[in-house]
Nanobody, 128 residues
Framework: QVQLMESGGGSVQAGGSLRLSCSAS????????MGWFRQVPGQEREGVAS???????TYAEAVEGRFTSSQDNAKTTMYLQMDNLKPEDTAMYYC??????????????????????WGKGTQVTVSS
């Protein structure tokens, strides 16, 4: 499994921005489907964004146009730029990795069960 570590969470006011980072114990993400997820206590973990092995990004409808996922040129760090944050974006954010079928289609990438490796998460809190 891949060791993942998120950073960059914090507290901001509505309308503000944060950039999350996800670093990995592998030399490159190029063989992996990478995902960003978030979870609120008492609720299921939900998919936020994904990047497939070719760099194609996909977003949940709730964040489309406000969040941008990217990777550095070496493909060892993944980012989630979050702009125009809303109180409903408050959650623990996780990155995940999979070498299988997680990025196969639009139905697969948001499913947490399709990812083999997870970070411990970073908290994002947005106040109104």
């Amino acid at each position: 499994q891949v060791q993942l570590m998120e950073s960059g969470g914090g507290s901001v006011q509505a309308g503000g921005s944060l950039r999350l980072s996800c670093s990995a114990s592998v030399d490159t993400f190029s063989r992996y489907c990478m995902g960003w997820f978030r979870q609120v206590p008492g609720q299921e973990r939900e998919g936020v964004a994904s990047i497939d092995s070719k760099g194609k990004t996909t977003y949940a409808e709730a964040v489309e146009g406000r969040f941008t996922s990217s990777q550095d040129n070496a493909k060892t760090t993944m980012y989630l730029q979050m702009d125009n944050l809303k109180p409903e974006d408050t959650a623990m954010y996780y990155c995940a990795a999979d070498q299988g079928l997680a990025c196969l289609n639009a139905a697969n990438w948001p499913q947490p069960s399709n990812y083999a490796s997870w970070g411990k998460g970073t908290q994002v809190t947005v106040s109104s």
